[in-house]
């Protein structure tokens, strides 16, 4: 069903299915983290999503998408790139921060969500700018209630970041709503007020996936028409997932346990099964 603005709200049965979608790419972005090694090139890790996806029955949601058609089954964005890495001969080093974005589709239904790695030891910095960009995005989601707006969860991911340091927000790309298309409205930006935006109603899906830089957040194209970097060369970090809220609480649909640990060391009450 869809309201206003073209929103789509789920029935209980679709979020279910989409719960199934989400746990995909919950999975193949764990096996991604566990296995992503210097020496490794980012074609290989594709391939190694493609396998993990294909073999849950589910069907990779980036392959194609779009136009030009994106050529692979994950983006794989390296130290300077934001988002939308083509995988490829590049080749993964020690200390490099790896940004790994997975979509899966099943009976026509989405998950997505994205994690950034540390390939060995990073520098402090780096480090800090992956932990703050992941504390903001579940900042977001705990910020999200039924009645609320979508710019409770933008507010919320704004004031984390600016609380924590100097880190550049990326304003040009932003969370979506997801279901039975990947990207769907209402946008979900990383920064703007509380109050404003669309309510948050039972069965709206989001995700949320803030993208900070260390340095200015200004971005560039490159010629393969898909890879987002920083104008200045700074490092980039981005993690997402896709959620919704119930009657009973938050269900982090692409978190393997539902995203009950992090939502419950928030005090946010759990509503998946």
Known sequence: MFRGRGIEIKTPGQIETMRRAGLVVG???DLLRRTVRAGMTTRELDQLAEDSIRSAGATPSFLGYAEPPFPGCICVSVNDEVVHGVPGPRVVADGDIVSIDCGAVVDGWHGDAAL????????????????????AMWRGIAAAALGGHVGDISSAVEQHVRGHGSFGIVADYTGHGIGSAMHQPPDVPNHGRAGRGARLVPGLALAVEPMLVAGDPWTLTDADQWTVR????????????????????????????????????????????
Do not use: C, N
């Open 27 to 29: 999975e193949t972005l």
């Open 230 to 273: 920083t104008e200045d060369g700074s490092r980039a970090a981005h993690f997402e997932h896709t959620f919704t809220v119930t009657e009973r609480g938050t269900w982090v649909l692409t978190a393997l346990d539902g995203g009950e640990s992090r939502l419950t060391d928030l005090g946010i009450r759990y509503g998946g099964h």
């Open 116 to 135: 950034t790695v540390a390939v060995r030891e990073v520098p402090e910095p780096a480090a800090e700018l992956m932990r703050v960009t992941e504390e």
